[in-house]
């Protein structure tokens, strides 16, 4: 036991169940949460310019480690700017915490200075939310925050009235083993039938998603095994290398035709970690499907065999019991479709063409970017064109998936460069996400995080242009006036290059690369997708 502020009690038991990083804004309702934080030896604070971004690092952070992601701001407005960033953790089933200030005990009610009903507002879509009435509930409302986010993948949100924050408090810290259960389970029977369809099948499938990210390995060695060629979703894009013989890219809208081509044709798929978005389109077939959530299993359509279980045990128990065949005609076939598809992309990435497209951009950052980069993409066009012309080896992928919110690639860079301090971090975005959070770019100019944002500029919310033409509307609101990003770049701090022509492109990515320092490639981009 040990006398401290109610504060520095709440910032201590985020420390003991690992939390290193807290994002977010000082204020008049948060600063004893602040400074506690100030403080401690192990939690740094990392000051943004508005709050969404905040969030969404928060939950960026989460998807990328596993571990707790963590935002503070202040009551009122404060609170309402974290929304966005943590839908977008509750929808990616992120684990994250939010910590917000509110008003004085005494203040509650009658709708003083900055207070809004604050349990309310985050009801609709945390997993858990209270407010710390007293001192004496801190240590068991920040342990049941923190279990529920990490057990039930999701938002917990805790509000700290100011004068709580103040208060002297004798606590004991509770540490995180014991308190998480064990996630490794499996159900024998259910594998046991899941091999036998396995056996019997002529043509399996793998289907990968965002469920099975840390599984790539056991997935590699059970499609070898079988002889399956292995499809991801999007969001679990480069979780087996995509210049493996036996992988064939994303499923999806923005996926490969070989890859919805070998799915049709499957007499049985196995999908690990998948939730079955209707952007993937995941077709009703024999499936065996594994997820930790029950909830997945089935959800869309009835399922021969859904196994509950983390996937990596699952994998681990099939590869075991499978029997293994080879099939050299299927690598040879493989082969020969991912040949006609890399030939179609050499063939749309037309070095003439100015201003730059699409798929010569994609082309080029295959060329640069490290094999173990981890690349954060945001929402647009540019996700579009990542999505089907970029091949990723070894990199990892980070991006806003089930709310797919705009403004994304840059905090959600920032978070994995704090993470992963050593390795290469690039962010894809456009003109349109990019402008909406371009304050943290100051961000990472405060923290020395050198990371490269890559701008295709085209002056227009170009994906919102086509649906209107799609839709049969007229282009309207979508054209947008930019500054000189590279001129902001280098204002801000770091340094910029402005890319007019194909080849400029190259040069001015390898230079970004190699200024170990915040950078910005502004590339002037062709609007029209196709």
């Given at each position: 036991?040990?006398?401290?502020?109610?504060?520095?009690?709440?910032?201590?038991q985020?420390?003991?169940?690992?939390?290193?990083?807290?994002?977010?804004?000082?204020?008049?309702?948060?600063?004893?949460?602040?400074?506690?934080i100030?403080?401690?030896?192990?939690?740094?604070?990392?000051?943004?310019?508005?709050?969404?971004?905040?969030a969404?690092?928060?939950?960026?952070?989460?998807?990328?480690?596993?571990?707790?992601?963590?935002?503070?701001?202040?009551?009122?407005?404060?609170?309402?700017?974290?929304?966005?960033?943590?839908?977008?953790?509750?929808?990616?089933?992120?684990?994250?915490?939010?910590?917000?200030?509110?008003?004085?005990?005494?203040?509650?009610?009658?709708?003083?200075?900055?207070?809004?009903?604050?349990?309310?507002?985050?009801?609709?879509?945390?997993?858990?939310?209270?407010?710390?009435?007293?001192?004496?509930?801190?240590?068991?409302?920040?342990?049941?925050?923190?279990?529920?986010?990490?057990?039930e993948?999701?938002?917990?949100?805790?509000?700290?009235?100011?004068?709580?924050?103040?208060?002297?408090?004798?606590?004991?810290?509770?540490?995180?083993?014991?308190?998480?259960?064990?996630?490794?389970?499996?159900?024998?029977?259910?594998?046991?039938?899941?091999v036998?369809?396995?056996?019997?099948?002529?043509?399996?499938?793998?289907?990968?998603?965002?469920?099975?990210?840390?599984?790539?390995?056991?997935?590699?060695?059970?499609?070898?095994?079988?002889?399956?060629?292995?499809?991801?979703?999007?969001?679990a894009?480069?979780?087996?290398?995509?210049?493996?013989?036996?992988?064939?890219?994303?499923?999806?809208?923005?996926?490969?035709?070989?890859?919805?081509?070998?799915?049709?044709?499957?007499?049985?798929?196995?999908?690990?970690?998948?939730?079955?978005?209707?952007?993937?389109?995941?077709?009703?077939?024999?499936?065996?499907?594994?997820?930790?959530?029950?909830?997945?299993?089935?959800?869309?359509?009835?399922?021969?065999?859904?196994?509950?279980?983390?996937?990596?045990?699952?994998?681990?128990?099939?590869?075991?019991?499978?029997q293994?065949?080879?099939?050299?005609?299927?690598?040879?076939?493989v082969?020969?479709?991912?040949e006609?598809?890399?030939?179609?992309?050499?063939k749309?990435?037309?070095?003439?063409?100015?201003?730059?497209?699409?798929?010569?951009?994609m082309?080029?950052?295959?060329?640069?970017?490290?094999?173990?980069a981890?690349?954060?993409?945001?929402?647009?066009?540019?996700?579009?064109?990542?999505?089907?012309?970029?091949?990723?080896t070894?990199?990892?992928?980070?991006?806003?998936?089930?709310?797919?919110?705009?403004?994304?690639?840059?905090?959600?860079?920032?978070?994995?460069?704090?993470?992963?301090?050593?390795?290469?971090?690039?962010?894809?975005?456009?003109?349109?996400?990019?402008?909406?959070?371009?304050?943290?770019?100051?961000?990472?100019?405060?923290?020395?995080?050198?990371?490269?944002?890559?701008?295709?500029?085209?002056?227009?919310?170009?994906?919102?242009?086509m649906?209107?033409?799609?839709?049969?509307?007229?282009?309207?609101?979508?054209?947008?006036?930019?500054?000189?990003?590279?001129?902001?770049?280098?204002?801000?701090?770091?340094?910029?290059?402005?890319?007019?022509?194909?080849?400029?492109?190259?040069?001015?990515?390898?230079?970004?690369?190699?200024?170990?320092?915040?950078?910005?490639?502004?590339?002037?981009?062709?609007?029209?997708?196709?």
């Open positions: 036991m040990q006398e401290r502020t109610v504060s520095e009690v709440i910032v201590d985020l420390a003991a169940w690992g939390v290193e990083y807290v994002f977010g804004l000082p204020g008049t309702t948060c600063l004893g949460v602040v400074d506690a100030r403080k401690h030896p192990r939690v740094r604070f990392i000051k943004v310019r508005h709050e969404e971004a905040a969404l690092m928060a939950s960026a952070y989460a998807k990328l480690t596993g571990n707790v992601g963590v935002c503070l701001t202040i009551a009122g407005p404060g609170a309402t700017n974290l929304i966005t960033g943590l839908y977008d953790a509750k929808m990616d089933r992120a684990p994250v915490v939010a910590l917000t200030g509110q008003v004085k005990l005494q203040y509650i009610g009658p709708g003083s200075f900055q207070e809004i009903d604050q349990d309310v507002l985050f009801n609709s879509f945390c997993t858990f939310n209270k407010t710390i009435n007293s001192k004496e509930q801190t240590i068991e409302l920040v342990t049941l925050a923190l279990k529920h986010a990490v057990v993948r999701g938002v917990s949100h805790l509000a700290i009235p100011n004068d709580v924050q103040k208060e002297v408090l004798d606590a004991r810290i509770e540490p995180l083993k014991g308190r998480i259960p064990e996630f490794r389970i499996l159900n024998t029977d259910l594998v046991e039938r899941a036998r369809l396995i056996n019997e099948a002529e043509r399996p499938v793998i289907i990968a998603g965002w469920g099975a990210r840390a599984q790539g390995e056991k997935l590699l060695k059970l499609a070898d095994r079988i002889s399956a060629p292995i499809i991801t979703t999007y969001r894009k480069g979780i087996v290398p995509e210049d493996h013989e036996l992988a064939l890219g994303v499923l999806g809208d923005v996926g490969t035709p070989m890859a919805r081509t070998y799915v049709n044709a499957s007499d049985l798929l196995l999908v690990f970690g998948s939730s079955f978005s209707a952007k993937t389109n995941i077709p009703r077939k024999t499936i065996i499907q594994v997820d930790i959530d029950p909830m997945n299993l089935g959800k869309s359509f009835p399922i021969e065999v859904p196994i509950l279980g983390e996937c990596g045990v699952v994998l681990a128990e099939l590869v075991e019991r499978v293994e065949r080879a099939n050299p005609q299927l690598v040879e076939d082969k020969e479709e991912k006609r598809w890399y030939a179609q992309l050499e749309e990435a037309d070095v003439r063409s100015s201003p730059l497209r699409g798929p010569f951009i082309k080029v950052l295959r060329e640069v970017i490290d094999p173990t981890i690349i954060s993409v945001d929402v647009g066009d540019n996700s579009f064109w990542f999505g089907r012309n970029f091949v990723m070894r990199q990892t992928l980070l991006m806003s998936g089930y709310l797919a919110t705009m403004g994304f690639g840059l905090p959600g860079a920032l978070a994995a460069k704090l993470a992963a301090p050593d390795k290469q971090v690039v962010c894809i975005t456009g003109d349109g996400g990019f402008a909406q959070v371009m304050g943290e770019f100051l961000t990472a100019v405060e923290n020395k995080l050198a990371i490269i944002v890559v701008i295709l500029n085209n002056n227009e919310l170009a994906m919102i242009s649906e209107q033409k799609v839709e049969g509307y007229p282009k309207f609101a979508t054209e947008l006036k930019n500054p000189n990003y590279a001129d902001y770049a280098t204002s801000c701090g770091g340094v910029g290059f402005h890319v007019t022509e194909p080849n400029e492109l190259k040069a001015a990515l390898e230079a970004a690369l190699a200024a170990k320092k915040p950078a910005i490639v502004d590339i002037e981009t062709d609007p029209k997708r196709f």
